[in-house]
């Protein structure tokens, strides 16, 4: 796991105090007003006191002084109801740029690629997991910002109170700062637990949440083999750990803030008893008023003791949430969890901020692809002796090259390694003899397009499916459905183009998702198609009146969209409209030529 220093956590938190400091100070000016307001209900309970022994400074009456605590607290509720406002509001910006920068920097990682946050194991986390990290680490650190602006209310309002004490006893006073010294020194030596503990917490929590996207991800898989009893005993051996590591976690919390709480009731008890000698002897004698005032000003200060000690103990924790976080940036720098970034969310009036127009960029002239090489391109999966090694070719502008092979001979790792999805470990890729730097910014649309073996699809209708925010109109979409060869099946459903797919598309078959998908990238019309075994779940005539939509009648088109595809298939029909076949073994090139050439 990844270290951070105390003071870059610090730097982290006051970066993101910057990111909106407007509501960080209202939300400050709430707390001080919200713990301030507290202070003149003692001056005026003195003032009672004092009238009832006739030692009273302002002459009011005792009805006209409850009158008037009863007016302050009243105020006291408006500013806790007006204040919720601005204060959910920061805490919600808080958290949602944690959780954007971390999305947006895992979106920037290479996506076939596992997402490893412990170097020495390896060992890759899976989605489910990684929603501990959106859910509960950045909860942790919007929770340790929170505090601050908490505690800087407190602390201006502790302030006044300690020098309304010192006005009334200096000795007294001093004893106050009995319990913050103990509570320094606890958190001193509790720092390697506390750590230990939250990070054990965390980790449980990631493997139940891990699990249980497994689950739910593969409940086909476990009913067809039957193992429920035994996936279910597993995942309440994961929650019997999990329960037995969060119990630790909050008994130790618990324990610490006991202590506090307990040392400063020790120090008051002791404030009191010398109180009492006071009140009792000649010298410096307290009036009742002032030893209530007193007392009721001491609870607010050893409270902002007893905060700054629970304060302490969340910091350490919260170091621990920004050291996650920070292992599933894949080496960029943590600053770039709280980097300032737009977000698209309702501002104080409720109104919705409008997103961005999903556009598909302006082809230009660079786009038009002449020719696509590859050049000694070689990428092996960490800790093992599987990928590719050396492999070079060249495709040409409309042209259709198919790679086959044996399974596992790196058909699919090539094509990811190519479209940047793999970091290339060496070789290179040129695209019109230019070397293309960053795979995975440059082939995309309307450069390039993949279908890989098992499409996604959303819980969403037909027609979103296909234009994922793109702007087409329902003629590009039937154009799209036709070269993908599904307008039969579209004939079939009621819905019509606003037919739900279910989760994954499990409303349709397997050759109608992958021609879905198909169609989703023919409305594109990217210069390069890159299938991954489009045939495996489509009979041969529906694959064959597929090609024929997307070669034969490429020059009857209006436009001058004339695609090339690169394609993984096994099937001979599709050997035999190649212009280039490709055949892998063991991650290799171990043929290349035309169908005659190779099949002899």
């Not at 993984?568 to 290349?592: L, N, T, W, Y």
């Amino acid at each position: 796991m990844v270290t951070i220093k105390k003071r870059n956590h610090w730097k982290l938190i006051w970066q993101l105090i910057c990111y909106k400091p407007k509501l960080y100070i209202l939300d400050s000016i709430y707390w001080i007003l919200i713990t301030g307001l507290p202070a003149l209900p003692g001056l005026i309970i003195r003032e009672f006191f004092n009238s009832l022994t006739n030692k009273a400074k302002l002459g009011l009456s005792p009805l006209a002084l409850i009158a008037l605590l009863l007016a302050l607290n009243l105020g006291h509720i408006v500013i806790i109801f007006a204040g919720r406002v601005t204060k959910t509001q920061h805490r919600f910006l808080m958290r949602s740029l944690l959780q954007h920068n971390l999305l947006d920097q895992l979106f920037q990682n290479p996506t076939a690629q596992p997402i490893v946050v412990n170097q020495n194991s390896e060992k890759p986390v899976s989605q489910g997991e990684i929603i501990s990290y959106f859910r509960d680490d950045t909860e942790q650190i919007e929770d340790n910002i929170a505090w601050i602006s908490e505690l800087s209310g407190e602390g201006i309002f502790g302030i006044f109170c300690l020098v309304t004490l010192l006005s009334i006893n200096v000795q007294m006073t001093l004893f106050v700062f009995l319990p913050l010294v103990g509570m320094i020194a606890i958190i001193q030596q509790a720092e390697t637990r506390i750590k230990k503990y939250r990070k054990a917490s965390r980790q449980a929590t990631e493997k139940v949440t891990g699990i249980l996207g497994e689950i739910f991800g593969s409940v086909q898989a476990i009913k067809v083999a039957g193992v429920e009893k035994n996936v279910l005993d597993y995942f309440r051996t994961l929650n019997d750990q999990r329960r037995q590591t969060m119990i630790k976690d909050s008994l130790f919390n618990a324990i610490l803030k006991s202590s506090f709480q307990n040392m400063v009731n020790l120090g008051t008890g002791i404030i009191l008893l010398l109180a009492s000698q006071l009140m009792q002897s000649g010298v410096n004698q307290l009036t009742v008023g002032d030893f209530a005032l007193f007392v009721y000003n001491l609870s607010f200060v050893t409270g902002f003791f007893t905060s700054v000690g629970g304060f302490m103990a969340l910091s350490k924790q919260t170091e621990v949430s920004f050291e996650r976080m920070a292992s599933l940036l894949s080496g960029a720098s943590a600053d770039t969890l709280v980097a300032p970034n737009q977000l698209y969310l309702n501002d104080l009036n409720g109104s919705q901020k409008d997103l961005p127009k999903i556009e598909q960029p302006l082809r230009n002239q660079k786009d038009h692809l002449q020719s696509l090489k590859v050049s000694h391109l070689t990428y092996i999966y960490p800790g093992t002796n599987k990928g590719i090694t050396d492999i070079s070719f060249e495709i040409q502008r409309g042209s259709l090259a198919v790679i086959t092979g044996q399974i596992g001979s790196g058909k699919s790792t090539l094509l990811r390694l190519l479209l940047g999805l793999l970091p290339k470990q060496s070789g290179e890729i040129y695209w019109n003899g230019n070397i293309v730097e960053n795979p995975a910014t440059f082939f995309v649309p309307p450069r390039s397009a993949y279908t890989p073996q098992i499409p996604q699809l959303f819980s969403y209708s037909l027609r979103e499916n296909i234009l994922l925010g793109l702007s087409k109109d329902d003629q590009d979409i039937a154009a799209a459905l036709n070269m993908a060869v599904f307008e039969q099946d579209l004939a079939t459903m009621n819905g019509s183009l606003e037919t739900l797919v279910g989760s994954k598309g499990v409303r349709l078959s397997g050759g109608q998702i992958q021609r879905v998908a198909a169609a989703r990238m023919f409305i594109r019309q990217p210069e390069l198609m890159v299938f991954d075994d489009l045939s495996s779940a489509l009979d041969v005539e529906t694959e064959l009146a597929l090609w024929s939509q997307i070669f034969v009648n490429t020059e009857q088109r209006e436009n001058a969209w004339r695609p090339t595809c690169l394609v993984v298939s096994h099937r001979p029909s599709v050997f035999r409209c190649a212009d280039q076949i490709i055949v892998m073994k063991a991650g290799r090139v171990e043929a290349q030529g035309k169908f005659d050439d190779i099949f002899q």
